[in-house]
């Protein structure tokens, strides 16, 4: 592939006997993002100098947790380790922890390997969760009946508790804060529905779904359907009430209804807790105000240093945190960032695609895609808006396979040309 490069690698040490301080790109994180990124730059720029931290010993596809949740997929499914998904990836892996940015020096520290330069530095550390802004909490995990689809130590408890769960109210919360996969906090609700109704349940059980938005989706056409979904299935909605609190041995979960400010009780034979999230602390010199990465939400290049780019949960793209939206991302960043060392303008526009398949039922799927405008962008020529089966075989079957087999291996940057290829003549 033609390209100038930059520079080469200038060398300032080592930071062990064989691996160099100083690296041509630098890409902090090695989840959704920094595994498919990794992959891109490794397999095609050979000779470039890369460096990918990652602290984890684990990779996961989150979104698999949806259906780990409802019983549907197993915890193991959804795990690899991440030395099996690099070992043919020909760059330096180091598994540690970044622990300070310092852009003006291009620079970033590492736990315990000391300091590391770059030419370029990829940031994609996502979006830490913060289940302790709820009180509570960690007495509340001791019990059987509080679980959560967003954490890997919590997200097998769910599908004990949709098991357990006899009568009384089952409530889904959605916290006062940007969260990665915005569908994810009623899918599971819908799974509970459909497993209490096939089990003989659900006339006992009261669902509520208790949510610090004001609505139930954010793009007009997939939530006039869920709307209907909730109304037909005799959901209760509370919108506006933020989880603040649980008192475990009570059974009662405390919202604070955001418009009013009144704490207000709800007892609950079951709740799954979508926790509030956040940036973590240690992306202050490269963030924005919310502490997200700053980037150009078209070009994913920092606003403020060149050599810096970010996509994922932790950049602040206005558009909805998912995997789906990581793969287009990666494909415009991969050709920027490239075309940027070259010495050029970056030439690829980032439109916000996101996606969301909605898991209605142990057996539909409603997929939502849509761009920055909030406008759908589907990619297959039928109504997406409708429940259908063939999305949930998309959902449960084709996705994770296209996960393991395309996009951690850096060969998937969206849906995009398999969108004109199917849509070909009509308009989107
Ligand atoms: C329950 C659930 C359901 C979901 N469902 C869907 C879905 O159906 N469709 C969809 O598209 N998306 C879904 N998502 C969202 C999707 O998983 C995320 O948006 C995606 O994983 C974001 O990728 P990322 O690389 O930005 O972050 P992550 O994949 O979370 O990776 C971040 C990586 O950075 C590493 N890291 C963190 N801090 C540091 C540091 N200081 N130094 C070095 N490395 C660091 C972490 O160890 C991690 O490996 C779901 C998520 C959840 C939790």
Redesign the pocket.
């Known amino acids: 592939m033609p390209c100038k490069m930059y520079s080469s690698v200038r060398k300032f040490g080592t930071l062990s006997k064989h691996i160099p301080s100083a690296f041509d790109i630098a890409i902090?994180?090695?989840?959704?993002?920094?595994?498919?990124i990794a992959w891109k730059l490794g397999r095609y720029y050979k000779k470039l100098n890369i460096a990918l931290?990652?602290?984890?010993l684990f990779?996961?596809?989150?979104?698999?947790?949806?259906l780990v949740?409802a019983g549907i997929k197993n915890f193991e499914s959804s795990v690899s380790n991440?030395s099996d998904l690099t070992r043919n990836l020909r760059i330096v892996k180091l598994r540690?922890?970044?622990?300070e940015f310092i852009p003006e020096e291009n620079c970033i520290r590492?736990?315990t390997k000391g300091y590391l330069r770059y030419n370029y530095l990829v940031v994609?550390?996502?979006?830490?969760l913060d289940f302790q802004r709820i009180k509570g909490i960690d007495e509340a995990f001791q019990k059987d009946n509080v679980c959560s689809?967003?954490?890997p130590d919590t997200?097998q408890k769910t599908w004990k508790c949709l098991q357990n769960m006899e009568s009384g109210n089952a409530i889904f919360t959605f916290p006062n804060t940007p969260?990665?996969?915005a569908?994810?906090p009623q899918?599971?609700m819908y799974l509970a529905e459909d497993y209490w109704r096939k089990t003989g349940k659900r006339d006992n059980i009261n669902i509520l779904f208790n949510s610090s938005l004001p609505g139930i989706f954010s793009v007009p056409k997939y939530a006039k359907s869920l709307n209907e979904i909730i109304e037909k299935r005799g959901i209760k909605t509370n919108f506006r009430h933020n989880l603040i609190e649980i008192k475990a041995s009570e059974n009662v979960a405390v919202f604070e209804n955001l418009d009013t400010g009144d704490k207000v009780p709800f007892e609950y034979g079951m709740i799954h807790v979508?926790p509030a999230q956040k940036p973590?602390e240690?992306l202050k010199p490269i963030g924005d105000q919310a502490g997200f990465v700053d980037v150009d939400k078209y070009t994913l290049q920092h606003v403020k240093y060149p050599n810096i780019f970010s996509?994922?949960?932790?950049?602040n793209l206005p558009t909805s945190?998912?995997?789906?939206?990581?793969?287009s991302q990666s494909g415009i960043l991969f050709w920027n960032l490239v075309n940027v060392m070259a010495g050029r303008d970056p030439p690829m526009k980032y439109d916000g695609y996101?996606?969301?398949?909605l898991?209605t039922s142990y057996s539909k799927c409603i997929l939502a895609e849509f761009d920055y405008d909030l406008k759908p962008k589907e990619t297959f020529p039928v109504d997406q808006g409708k429940e259908r089966r063939s999305m949930f075989i998309m959902?449960s079957t084709f996705?994770p396979l296209l996960y393991w087999f395309l996009h951690v291996t850096g060969r998937w940057s969206g849906p995009g040309k398999l969108r004109k290829l199917l849509r070909f003549g009509l308009s989107d």
């Open positions: 902090v994180g090695g989840g959704t993002a920094g595994m498919n931290i990652e602290p984890s990779h996961y596809y989150q979104p698999m947790w949806t949740g991440f540690d922890k970044t622990v590492l736990a994609c550390t996502g979006i830490e689809n967003y954490s997200v969260i990665k996969c569908g994810a899918k599971i979508t973590s240690i996509l994922g949960d932790c950049s945190k998912t995997a789906a939206a990581v793969a996101s996606s969301c398949p898991v959902k996705m």
